[in-house]
């Protein structure tokens, strides 16, 4: 076996991973999956560690049903307790500044939404005051603003996998 060439090919693809353009939060996470523990600075941002079996909030419509999003989750292992959605008509009256510094919240999914609500400040859109805003969980918007159940799935998979995101127990 030649272990130069694994060990070669190891830390390209770890190199490269550290590299990729990503959040602050995300770094930490890599580097918590690497075991580097020790390298993740003391100001590493405010959602990094805090309550990885945290809720679940997703804004604007959907194109599959809430009986259907309940069975994603499920199969993943996460309660449906720890879901919650504000539906399109509803976000423009929700204060997007209760997302702030809390922690109740993990993940927040961004689809088809209005415009504007109250609490967005300055910002021109709700998503950009969501995917700019460093005090609030982490945001992820599906592709094409589209949530089906398989870009549900996708997502899900890819926070757990990555380590962001705990099953229950």
């Not at 069975?71 to 702030?100: M, Q």
Request: include cysteine; charged fraction near 25%; aromatic fraction near 10%.
């Amino acid at each position: 076996m030649d272990r130069n060439s694994i060990i070669a090919e190891a830390i390209s693809r770890i190199t490269s991973e550290l590299i990729k353009d990503q959040t602050d939060e995300q770094f930490c996470i890599l580097l918590e999956k690497f075991g580097l523990n020790n390298l993740i600075p003391e100001s590493a941002p405010y959602f990094f560690d805090t309550q990885k079996n945290g809720n679940i909030i997703m804004f604007g419509d959907s194109q599959i049903k809430m009986r259907e999003i309940y069975g994603c989750l499920k199969a993943f292992g996460i309660s449906k307790d720890r879901f919650e959605h504000i539906p399109y008509e509803k976000v423009t009256n929700y204060n997007f500044r209760n997302l702030e510094y809390n922690n109740n919240y993990r993940l927040i999914l961004i689809g088809p939404m209005p415009h504007s609500a109250k609490g967005m400040g300055d910002n021109n859109s709700i998503i950009e005051w969501l995917t700019n805003n460093k005090n609030i969980a982490k945001t992820r918007t599906f592709e094409n603003l589209k949530v089906t159940k398989s870009s549900f799935k996708d997502v899900i998979r890819e926070e757990i996998e990555s380590g962001y995101l705990l099953q229950d127990l």
